[in-house]
């Protein structure tokens, strides 16, 4: 069960707040529709009820708020929009990935994917998805953990007839098996065909709160849609019929060739538009809202005919429009009940002087005003075997009780702020070695990269061999003196940076709450997983440059150095150093050019400045640091691993490996700086 306390969003600068105190339930067992206008604060509500926009209020999912449940994607499934996911990972890959941040087993993929019927599309990349499928996706996405309740951001939005009711018929069975089901709509006939309950929205407040079948009463009337080139002669003709058989006929010209036509039928249209002889291209029958005066309002004629009422609240072609409270029933029309059936009391008898281009007063059927909602207060009352809970006790702002000063009312006492929304960072993936390993595998860039790098380094070891006058080491790594890094290090940093900026282009997590949040569990796995693709680049770059050499120019080339562990611990600290300076820049500017950027600014910026330093005047050196080592440790290691930590050492004492560990140093620190405030606030 959903509870929805007060939700008010932040007001905009000179502009009321697009959701003002918003209170409703969406009830276990049930589908509830979220209906409004494009503009009217669905989308914002959802975001305030998922925290994930700041505001005031309070939301409970089965009397828990978000923040308090340990796993929210087990609580709560989310769509909203389209589908987040890098758009060459294929469908059955995306799920994969989520499986290992929502901590379930990896069979649930192909399970949901059989359940929304794309186990024949699961090799399909996102990117070429359609839009129905995409929808599927993200409804199987939602599902992934099993979650009780599904909230969906208008999940219909340009989808087919077939495929809406496949996507309503699966809402309503998850609904069946003791779900609960929140879903917005713009259409009123959607929302009384698909929800249990419809909440209705107008400028960020509610209006109505209804069960189905009251709305469907209430809010729907059957029309007929004629589209003609005559539009205001047919309407003249069946005003004037309707006055002369005395029937109660409403006609709404919308556009320029378009009637609505309440309280008639396709037939007694057509027949009238035959006997006068008028083209008629459209005629069908239709379900629309109240029509004009729904809202309460007078809108302005543009064209006033006769029989015709203000279009300012009709529906459009597909029978959407704005909702609004209803009126209360006026001096002159008399309390009629605007049932799906029934004709809707008019005075189509309008006065006979209008002429075109004339404003006169609407002529708006009379509606028994509906029930509205105050608060967390209003809503249809619960069974006697489920009480309705109290909303819980709100603490006073941190200001005191708000006061109106003004004349009239001195010092009136306006009720306490709700408390405020504050946006919280998703949780760490369950499994998150688990999940970088698939999100770095998934997509096909890693791979094109890593053979991008090593056909450049062959090509330029070959160059650079038939040019001589290049060192062996530089010569196997394809290091040319006139650039700072080979392209062994700055593939690995493109990697590493891939690491960040793929995930906030393309938040694999928002299914859960949003983008993968800053975690040092979530860092540690990328540095290792970043830690072992330097490695094998490193490596391979290596061996295809000797071999290439050895190929072309014999064995002189491609012979072991003396100082091979040295040469090896540089090269290898280089290619990972740098995929570290990706990561944890992408981690730090939310950006992939700016983990590149870092990388390329390490040997540009930071090894002139240490070299610089290291050149200057000193009174102690680090000379016999080796053997001061092994006396230090008193027993000498297994396997001679003094060496390797000398080797170690020496690598650090150059310019390049020091400005590689100053570097990494002031980017992690950075980062957990970062993290940690955001925790704070």
Same mark, same amino acid.
């Given at each position: 069960m959903i509870q929805a306390f007060g939700l008010t969003s932040n007001p905009r600068k000179d502009l009321p707040p697009a959701v003002d105190d918003v209170s409703f339930d969406a009830r276990a067992g049930h589908v509830t529709a979220l209906l409004g206008a494009t503009g009217a604060g669905k989308t914002t509500v959802l975001r305030l009820m998922l925290e994930l926009q700041q505001g005031r209020g309070l939301t409970h999912f089965r009397g828990r708020p978000l923040h308090r449940i340990a796993h929210p994607s087990r609580e709560v499934g989310v769509l909203l929009g389209d589908v987040p996911g890098h758009p060459g990972r294929t469908v059955r890959g995306h799920l994969r990935m989520l499986c290992a941040a929502a901590g379930v087993p990896v069979r649930r993929a192909d399970e949901v994917l059989e359940a929304v019927g794309l186990v024949s599309l699961r090799e399909e990349r996102l990117g070429t998805l359609s839009r129905g499928m995409d929808r599927r996706l993200g409804l199987a996405c939602a599902l992934l953990a099993d979650p009780h309740?599904?909230?969906?951001?208008?999940?219909?939005?340009?989808?087919?007839?077939?495929?809406?009711?496949?996507?309503?018929?699966?809402?309503?069975?998850?609904? #069946?098996?003791?779900?609960?089901?929140?879903?917005?709509? $713009?259409?009123?006939?959607?929302? &009384? /065909?698909?929800?249990? !309950?419809? @909440?209705?929205?107008?400028?960020?407040?509610?209006?109505?709160?209804?069960?189905?079948?009251?709305?469907?009463?209430?809010?729907?009337?059957?029309?007929?849609? #004629?589209?003609?080139?005559?539009?205001?002669?047919?309407? $003249?003709?069946?005003?004037?019929? &309707? /006055?002369?058989?005395? !029937?109660? @006929?409403?006609?709404?010209?919308?556009?320029?060739?378009?009637?609505?036509?309440?309280?008639?039928?396709?037939?007694?249209?057509?027949?009238?538009?035959?006997?006068?002889?008028?083209?008629?291209?459209?005629?069908?029958?239709?379900?629309?809202?109240?029509?004009?005066g729904a809202d309460g309002s007078t809108p302005p004629v543009p064209d006033a005919v006769e029989g015709r009422l203000p279009a300012g609240s009709a529906d459009g072609p597909e029978g959407t429009g704005r909702l609004g409270p209803s009126p209360a029933p006026t001096e002159a029309g008399a309390d009629v009940e605007a049932d799906a059936g029934s004709e809707i009391q008019t005075r189509a008898g309008a006065s006979q002087d209008s002429v075109p281009g004339s404003a006169r007063p609407s002529a708006a059927p009379s509606v028994p005003p509906e029930p509205t909602r105050s608060g967390a207060e209003s809503g249809q009352a619960d069974p006697p075997s489920s009480p309705r809970p109290t909303p819980p006790a709100i603490?006073?702002?941190?200001?005191?009780?708000?006061?109106?000063?003004?004349?009239?009312?001195?010092?009136?006492?306006?009720?306490?702020?709700?408390?405020?929304?504050?946006?919280?960072?998703?949780?760490?993936?369950?499994?998150?070695?688990?999940?970088?390993?698939?999100?770095?595998?998934?997509?096909?860039?890693?791979?094109?990269?890593?053979?991008v790098v090593l056909v450049v380094s062959a090509l330029a070891a070959v160059v650079l061999a038939r040019f001589g006058h290049t060192p062996q080491a530089r010569l196997l790594a394809a290091w040319p003196r006139e650039l700072p890094l080979p392209p062994a290090a700055l593939g690995a940093g493109l990697l590493g940076a891939l690491a960040f900026g793929d995930e906030f282009r393309h938040p694999a997590l928002a299914a859960d709450r949003g983008t993968v949040p800053r975690r040092l569990g979530l860092l540690t796995a990328k540095l290792l997983v970043s830690a072992a693709t330097g490695l094998v680049l490193a490596v391979l770059t290596v061996g295809c440059d000797a071999e290439v050499l050895y190929l072309l120019y014999g064995r002189e080339l491609v012979k072991v150095p003396v100082d091979w562990l040295s040469l090896a611990v540089s090269w290898i600290g280089l290619v990972i150093g740098c995929a570290w300076a990706g990561v944890l820049a992408a981690g730090v500017f939310r950006s992939t050019a700016g983990g590149l950027a870092a990388v390329v600014a390490v040997p540009v910026i930071v090894v002139p400045l240490v070299q610089k330093f290291l050149e200057g005047p000193s009174v102690r050196s680090a000379a016999g640091f080796p053997l001061r080592l092994r006396e230090v440790l008193l027993s000498q290691w297994p396997f001679g691993g003094e060496r390797y930590v000398s080797a170690v050492a020496r690598v650090v004492g150059q310019p390049v490996g020091s400005a590689l560990t100053l570097s990494l140093a002031t980017l992690l620190c950075a980062y957990v700086l970062t993290t940690l405030r955001r925790r704070v606030r």
């Open positions: 309740t599904l909230v969906l951001d208008d999940p219909a939005e340009g989808l087919s007839a077939g495929e809406s009711r496949w996507l309503h018929g699966m809402l309503r069975a998850h609904a #069946v098996h003791g779900g609960t089901v929140l879903v917005s709509t $713009a259409d009123p006939k959607e929302a &009384a /065909r698909i929800a249990d !309950r419809v @909440v209705t929205l107008d400028g960020g407040r509610i209006v109505a709160d209804q069960a189905a079948a009251d709305f469907a009463r209430t809010r729907l009337r059957p029309r007929v849609v #004629v589209r003609t080139p005559h539009a205001a002669r047919l309407a $003249a003709v069946l005003a004037k019929e &309707a /006055r002369t058989g005395q !029937r109660s @006929v409403e006609v709404v010209r919308e556009g320029g060739n378009r009637l609505y036509v309440y309280g008639s039928t396709c037939a007694d249209v057509g027949d009238a538009a035959f006997r006068n002889g008028i083209l008629v291209h459209q005629l069908a029958d239709e379900v629309g809202d109240m029509g004009p603490p006073p702002h941190p200001t005191g009780p708000r006061t109106s000063p003004s004349p009239s009312h001195p010092t009136e006492p306006l009720p306490d702020l709700p408390p405020p929304i504050s946006v919280r960072p998703a949780p760490s993936p369950l499994r998150p070695l688990r999940y970088e390993l698939r999100r770095a595998t998934g997509v096909g860039i890693g791979f094109l990269t890593g053979a």
